[in-house]
C-alpha cells in the first residue's frame, strides 16, 4: 500500500495536466476568419471559402468555423475544414457569414462574424419566367449497356407579365457536375420559348443530388432577369406504370399479376395500388401492396376492370409521385347484355298491352265497322228474276212480302228452275 500511493499520486497529476491541456482556457481570445469569400461555380452553387486568422493565437485545441447562410434562405451548420459548397438558388442573391468557435461539454467561445454577399442578377423586374415546372421520366435504353436506363427531361413556363414581346427564353440544366442547354422548345403563339424537351440526359433516376434548372432571356428592350429554380428527383420523378398486367377469374378468385416499371430501380424498391371496379354496382375497391400480385374475392356475376399502378417505395428513396395507372383490363360477364334482353322484353310486353287496348276500344264503341264497313255481296240473277215477276203478279205490299219471303226458302229455287 505504501508503494502505491506514490504512483496513484502520479497518475492523478497526470490526468490534471492532460485535462488542463485539453480544455480550452476560458480568457483565450477568438477572432474571426479572413478572406472570406463568395464563388459562383456553377448553376445554382457557390463555394464559400475563407482562411483562419493569423493572428490567432496557437494553442493545444481544435477550432471550428460556424457557417450562416442569411440569403436566400437562412441555414447554419458547422465545419472544421476552411471551405464550403452550398446548392442554393441565387436569382435572387446570396450573402453568408462564418465564425471560429470552440466548444465543449460546458461552454461555447465564439469570435465575431465575417460577411460576404452576392448580388442578385440585373434584369428589369415582371420579366423573368413563372410558373416554372419540370418533370423527369425513365426509358428503357436497348443500345446501350452501361447506361441500360436514360432519364428524359420536360420543362414548361410562362412568359412574365412585363417580358417584351420580341423576348426569348433559354433554358439549362445542371446535374452533378454536367451542364447541358436546352435544343428542342416549344413556343407560343408569338414565337417565344415557353418550353424544353431532353429526350436524353446525364441525369440518374436513382441518384439523390438535386437537379438545378435555370431560364435567363434576351431582349432588344428589356434587360430579362434571369430565373433559377431547384428540384428533387423523388418529388419531380414520373414512374412508368407496371408492365403486363394480368387479371384472371376462376370461380369467385379474381387474380391479378404484374411486371415492375420500366425504371433503374429494382423490384423490391416499389409500392404498387391496384383498383378494381365492379362495372355492375359501381363499388370501387383499392388495396396497397409490395409485391407483384393480388388475389380477390369477388362476385361471379359481375364484369370488372383492374388498373395497377406503381410509386418508388420510401425504402430506396424519399416517397415521391405516383405513376399513371395502367391501361384497363376487363374481366367477368358483360352486365349490359343482360339489360338489353331485359328492354326488349319490357317494349315488346308494352308495344302488346297498348294493341289489346286500342281493340278493346274499337269493339266497344264500332270504331272498326265504322272505319272498315263491309263490302255488299252481289245478288243472284235468277233471284232477281224471279223477284221481279212477284211483283208484276202482286197486287198489294204484303203479297210481295210474301213472295220474297216464300223465294227465299231452301229447295224452293231448285223446283221454279224444274218448271221452267
Keep these: 500500500m505504501i508503494i502505491m500511493a506514490p504512483v496513484l499520486l502520479i497518475l492523478l497529476g497526470a490526468t490534471e495536466i492532460l485535462q488542463a491541456d485539453l480544455l480550452p482556457d476560458e480568457k483565450i481570445s477568438l477572432l474571426p476568419p479572413v478572406n472570406f469569400t463568395i464563388k459562383v461555380t456553377g448553376l445554382a452553387q457557390v463555394l464559400l471559402h475563407w482562411e483562419p486568422n493569423p493572428d490567432q493565437e496557437q494553442r493545444n485545441v481544435n477550432l471550428e468555423y460556424q457557417v450562416k447562410i442569411n440569403a436566400p434562405k437562412e441555414d447554419d451548420y458547422e465545419t472544421r475544414i476552411t471551405e464550403s459548397k452550398c446548392v442554393t438558388i441565387l436569382h435572387k442573391g446570396f450573402s453568408a457569414s462564418v465564425r471560429t468557435i470552440l466548444q465543449n461539454d460546458h461552454s461555447l467561445l465564439a469570435s465575431s462574424w465575417a460577411s460576404a454577399e452576392l448580388h442578385d442578377p440585373p434584369g428589369s423586374p415582371g420579366t423573368s419566367v413563372v410558373n416554372l415546372t419540370c418533370t423527369t421520366n425513365t426509358i428503357a435504353d436497348n443500345y446501350s449497356h452501361l447506361r441500360p436506363y436514360q432519364v428524359s427531361l420536360h420543362c414548361t413556363w410562362l ?22 442547354e436546352c435544343q428542342e422548345y416549344s413556343k407560343d403563339s408569338l414565337g417565344r420559348n415557353i418550353a424544353c424537351w431532353f429526350p436524353r440526359t446525364f441525369i440518374r433516376s436513382r441518384g439523390r443530388d ?26 419531380i420523378d414520373r414512374i412508368n406504370p407496371p408492365l403486363n398486367v394480368t387479371a384472371e377469374i376462376e370461380g369467385t378468385r379474381l387474380s391479378i399479376q404484374w411486371e415492375k416499371p420500366v425504371s433503374a430501380f429494382p423490384i423490391h424498391c416499389f409500392d404498387y395500388e391496384v383498383k378494381i371496379h365492379n362495372a355492375r354496382n359501381g363499388y370501387l375497391q383499392i388495396e396497397k401492396m409490395m409485391t407483384n400480385a393480388f388475389i380477390s374475392i369477388i362476385d361471379d356475376l359481375s364484369k370488372y376492370d383492374v388498373q395497377v399502378r406503381a410509386a418508388v417505395s420510401s425504402m430506396c428513396r424519399e416517397a415521391g409521385l405516383w405513376s399513371e395507372w395502367s391501361q384497363p383490363i376487363y374481366v367477368g360477364k358483360d352486365e349490359h347484355k343482360p339489360l338489353r334482353e331485359w328492354f326488349l322484353i319490357v317494349l315488346m310486353a308494352t308495344i302488346c298491352f297498348i294493341l289489346l287496348i286500342l281493340l278493346l276500344i274499337c269493339r266497344i ?25 212477284n211483283y208484276e203478279k202482286a197486287g198489294s205490299v ?6 220474297i219471303s216464300y223465294i227465299e226458302k231452301p229447295g224452293v229455287e231448285t223446283l221454279e228452275d224444274s218448271v221452267f
Design 210 to 235: 438535386w437537379l438545378a434548372v435555370l431560364v435567363n432571356g434576351s431582349s432588344k428592350h428589356s434587360a430579362i432577369k434571369p430565373f433559377d429554380q431547384l428540384f428533387a428527383l423523388h418529388a
Design 159 to 180: 412568359v412574365g407579365t412585363d417580358a417584351p414581346e420580341d423576348t426569348q427564353y433559354f433554358l439549362y440544366y445542371r446535374y452533378g457536375s454536367w451542364t447541358e
Design 398 to 403: 204484303e203479297t210481295e212480302i210474301e213472295v
Design 365 to 389: 264503341c264500332h270504331l272498326w265497322i265504322k272505319l272498315f264497313p263491309p263490302i255488299p255481296a252481289p245478288k243472284s240473277s235468277i233471284k232477281d228474276l224471279f223477284v221481279t215477276a
